[in-house]
């Protein structure tokens, strides 16, 4: 019985003619480069750049006429002699086609990789994630995936493909190459369906089914090929959304609790500054600009976490140079952001997030932030995570100033973020109070400079550690009840030691009743342990700083 065309089709796993060739270049993200070889056959997806003024001609036959290794800039020589013209081409034809994938190779002598074309990666300013992945940042602040790339395979976010396309005027070609071998004998395939070549708009493909009788394997008595090309075009310039074309879309703004009624029912109000009251007699019904919002602590989970990209300062949350919100974060149980501010200075999906995390008001703003918002005063934090940062960057700074040499080494680059993040813990969760041990015990203990600390002890350093070292210079320059800071310091290693640095066992539980976890909640045992640890940086400061310059 002979096979219908479906079954032939099906055995020869030629489903790319009739569903897969069309769908190449549709749906979110397209795949620009993919070529696997297999038993039964191959299949090729490659791709390249075409100007708008040469597509009909490119499409005008399915070979490819380009050869994708050959996009590399190089030299022509015309006339045959040493007479000729010899031209450069930066993408190695005269043709105006441009590539979308590089395949980088190096004679066998390093591995070969894939990159995209320079120009489309600089077009959208992308960075390189260490996956591989190259993404953009948006004006909130946060990562849209651009380009993937997995092994072989490269896929590219269609919108972004199609605004690049827009503003180059050019077409993508999506280059097709699907072989197959299969059992089937030729004789058993009617002769009108061993041939396609279908021209259709965008596409243009030819489809041929042949005996394989040159083959060493005997299984494989039918070959089949398609080949061929998909173009995609882009937006139009009007509709790409780039400049000079772009037309932001309208902020929103997000309401916020402010209040309560009467009957005990949450007041909510828009964030938009223009729709608030203020000093200069603007929208007199409506809130004032500077109404207090209150939000759980908690909002700022998500920011510490991410010191890479977010800093949470002494009143002040930054999203690198894209925006910056005031705040009091000097309150002792909530951060307080005044409404207007909400609006002018958050991205609207940005305002979202705080949305949820709005509480009822409860109490008033801080004397901190009072003193600088409305009496325009200088203040010092309060609270001890901001004050101990504010007193080790003043301590750091002043010593290296005066001894020219760091009693503490600078954090490396890799380990700023324990200082940025360090905080009394959002939540009595044990693993951010581990972590947050973790980041002051390397700040105060794995910090030390021992190097010039043995400088200044001298022989009887050989056998001491770092709080050994710190505690005989301290001893040697007299610093008053210096015993009770290396107390200090030691209880914090063995902290570390027993909880972050090895599973929780009876000496974590002996330095745990030490410290009094049975009375006192995990949040406020760090509270205590960075005012020990600003202590121990003040005593410093005014004992060593605040006198003339020891030539030790």
């Not at 015993?483 to 090895?502: A, P």
Request: glycine letters at 6%.
């Amino acid at each position: 019985m002979q096979p219908s065309l479906s079954e032939v089709d099906l055995l020869l796993q030629i489903d790319w003619r009739d569903s897969k060739l069309d769908s190449l270049a549709k749906g979110d993200w397209i795949t620009v480069h993919s070529i696997s070889n297999s038993n039964p056959g191959t299949t090729a997806i490659c791709s390249a750049l075409i100007p708008n003024d040469e597509i009909d001609e490119f499409l005008s036959e399915t070979s490819w006429g380009i050869t994708i290794e050959g996009f590399l800039p190089s030299c022509t020589r015309y006339g045959g002699s040493e007479e000729g013209e010899t031209r450069y081409y930066r993408y190695g034809n005269d043709q105006g086609i441009e590539p979308l994938v590089l395949i980088r190779s190096f004679h066998a002598v390093f591995e070969p990789y894939l990159e995209v074309s320079e120009d489309f990666r600089l077009f959208h300013n992308l960075y390189q994630a260490r996956d591989n992945t190259y993404f953009k940042i948006t004006s909130a602040g946060n990562r849209h995936d651009v380009i993937r790339i997995v092994k072989d395979v490269v896929s590219i976010r269609t919108k972004e493909l199609r605004q690049f396309l827009a503003i180059k005027e050019m077409h993508l070609a999506l280059l097709i190459e699907v072989t197959r071998f299969s059992s089937i004998s030729i004789d058993t395939i009617p002769e009108n369906q061993r041939f396609a070549d279908v021209y259709d708009g965008l596409t243009h493909f030819t489809f041929h089914v042949s005996s394989s009788d040159w083959s060493s394997n005997s299984s494989q008595r039918t070959f089949s090929r398609l080949l061929g090309k998909r173009l995609l075009s882009g937006f139009s310039k009007e509709k790409s959304g780039m400049w000079p074309y772009d037309q932001a879309e309208p902020k929103t703004f997000e309401s916020f609790t402010i209040g309560v009624n009467d009957d005990g029912e949450a007041i909510r109000y828009t964030s938009n500054p223009d729709s608030l009251a203020n000093y200069f007699g603007a929208n007199p019904e409506s809130p004032d600009y500077l109404t207090p919002v209150f939000f759980d602590r908690e909002v700022l989970t998500k920011y510490y976490a991410q010191p890479e990209k977010y800093s949470v300062e002494d009143g002040y949350l930054r999203c690198g140079g894209l925006w910056g919100l005031r705040l009091d974060n000097d309150h002792t149980k909530h951060i307080i952001v005044y409404l207007g501010d909400l609006g002018r200075d958050l991205p609207s999906e940005e305002q979202l997030y705080w949305k949820s995390y709005n509480i009822l008001p409860d109490g008033n703003v801080s004397q901190t932030n009072f003193r600088r918002s409305f009496l325009a005063e200088f203040a010092d934090p309060v609270n001890v995570d901001l004050t101990f940062k504010t007193t080790f960057n003043d301590f750091q700074s002043k010593w290296e100033s005066k001894y020219r040499w760091y009693l503490l080494l600078p954090l490396t680059e890799d380990d700023e973020h324990l200082l940025n993040s360090l905080r009394i813990p959002l939540t009595n969760d044990q693993s951010e109070f581990d972590y947050q041990v973790l980041a002051l015990t390397k700040i105060l203990i794995d910090s030390i400079n021992e190097a010039e600390l043995s400088k200044i002890i001298g022989e009887a350093s050989k056998e001491m550690k770092g709080i050994a070292k710190l505690s005989e210079f301290l001893k040697i320059h007299q610093l008053p009840q210096y015993d009770i800071h290396i107390k200090f310091l030691r209880d914090l290693q063995s902290l570390r030691s027993s909880s972050v640095g090895h599973r929780k066992g009876s000496d974590y539980i002996k330095i745990a009743r030490k410290m009094g976890f049975e009375e006192k909640d995990l949040a406020t045992i760090f509270h205590d342990l960075l005012i020990q640890g600003t202590t121990l940086l003040v005593a410093l400061q005014q004992h060593f700083l605040n006198q003339p310059k020891d030539e030790n």
